[in-house]
């Protein structure tokens, strides 16, 4: 075989700092759209991002030299800047755990 070929779908799940009701809906879409922003960025697909007050849900595919804690160090990081500057919650923080499934091409 001349090339690899991967197919890296990850569901993975995070919320708020004691999982408060912070997301509101007036900028949850933004929120969203952010976080796809972000996982493009650092060389990912975003292929589907939710989620309600307290949490959201990613599905999104990695190449194989991602390291997943790297890209979602990341991830909540950056995200909670834009909380910070652009909505201007200074109390806003992610938790410090995620959870991280893989989910096969077929289910995807």
Request: overall charge neutral; charged content about 15%.
């Amino acid at each position: 075989m001349s090339s690899t070929h991967l197919s890296l779908h990850y569901h993975i799940v995070f919320g708020t700092k004691n999982h408060e009701p912070m997301i509101q809906p007036a900028w949850r879409a933004k929120l969203h759209v952010y976080l796809g922003g972000i996982i493009r960025t650092a060389g990912g697909v975003p292929e589907s991002i939710d989620g309600v007050s307290d949490h959201v849900h990613l599905l999104i595919g990695l190449r194989a030299t991602h390291r997943l804690a790297d890209v979602l160090r990341e991830l909540k990081a950056v995200s909670s800047g834009w909380v910070h500057d652009e909505i201007g919650m200074r109390g806003f923080a992610w938790q410090e755990g995620y959870g991280a499934f893989t989910v096969s091409a077929s289910h995807a």
